[in-house]
């Protein structure tokens, strides 16, 4: 199985910042098919269901703010988001949909300061 | 409009049974993968199950695989989770999702389920 390992698991930040979010995975999400690094980032916020923020390691889901970037490659993702809103208070998880079982990071819970 | 809406959660004893259902509506339910992903009270997400589009094809991580089955009716553009032999560690908030290139980028609410005697 393939094992993400997020990290901080918290992080408080004031309003405006830029946060970064690291995600590792214990065997590379990159098909040597395509090219493409099967990692996706999920943002749940308190009593809500999780959302699709990026999939493939840097496409954004219809919607997301540009704000939010996913970078890397191989085993080292990470999800920056720029300048820091109240509203992204939440939950990121990382997860690979590169093969079975999928799995999911621990989750990074970020607070507003 | 995507919507997703689970139902069938509830209370039941360890060693008994249950069976989820999710109705979707706003897309073409059968050109879509389909899962089941739970997460555990205060804790991180958890892939329970994949469906084929047709339902010839399924998938389940260790820890259900056996005492879990999914499937679907694309006539009814439902989906299923009939959950054997549940125990305690099986309680969770149930999501139904649909997939992406594997991703889940459509969630429902959820619905709990508690196994607990």
């Known amino acids: 199985d393939i094992v993400m390992t997020q990290s901080p698991s918290s992080l408080a930040v004031s309003a405006g910042e830029t946060v970064t979010i690291n995600c590792k995975s214990s065997?590379?999400?990159?098909?040597?098919?395509?090219?493409?690094?099967?990692l996706a980032w999920y943002q749940q916020k308190p009593g809500q269901s999780p959302k699709l923020l990026i999939y493939?390691?840097?496409t954004r889901e219809s919607g997301v703010p540009d704000r939010f970037i996913g970078s890397g490659s191989g085993t080292d993702f990470t999800l920056t988001i720029s300048s820091v809103q109240a509203e992204d208070l939440a939950d990121y998880y990382c997860?690979?949909?590169?093969?079975?079982?999928?799995?999911f990071g621990s989750g990074t819970k970020l607070e507003i300061k | 409009e995507v919507q997703l809406v689970e139902s069938g959660g509830g209370l039941v004893q360890p060693g008994r049974s249950l069976k989820l259902s999710c109705a979707a509506s706003?897309?073409?339910?059968?050109?879509?993968?389909m899962a089941w992903v739970r997460q555990a009270p205060k804790k991180g997400l958890e892939w329970v199950a994949t469906?084929?589009?047709?339902?010839?094809?399924?998938y389940y991580p260790d820890s259900v695989k056996g005492r879990f089955t999914i499937s679907r009716d694309n006539a009814k553009s439902s989906l299923y989770l009939q959950m054997n032999s549940l125990k305690s560690e099986d309680t969770a908030t149930y999501y139904c999702?649909?997939?992406?290139?594997?991703?889940?980028?459509?969630w429902g609410q959820g619905v709990m389920v508690t196994v607990s005697s």
């Open positions: 706003g897309f073409t339910f059968s050109n879509y993968y």
């Open positions: 065997q590379s999400l990159l098909s040597s098919g395509n090219q493409k690094n099967y």
């Open positions: 469906i084929s589009t047709s339902g010839s094809r399924t």
């Open positions: 493939l390691a840097s």
């Open positions: 997860q690979q949909h590169y093969s079975y079982p999928l799995t």
């Open positions: 999702a649909r997939l992406t290139v594997l991703a889940p980028d459509y």
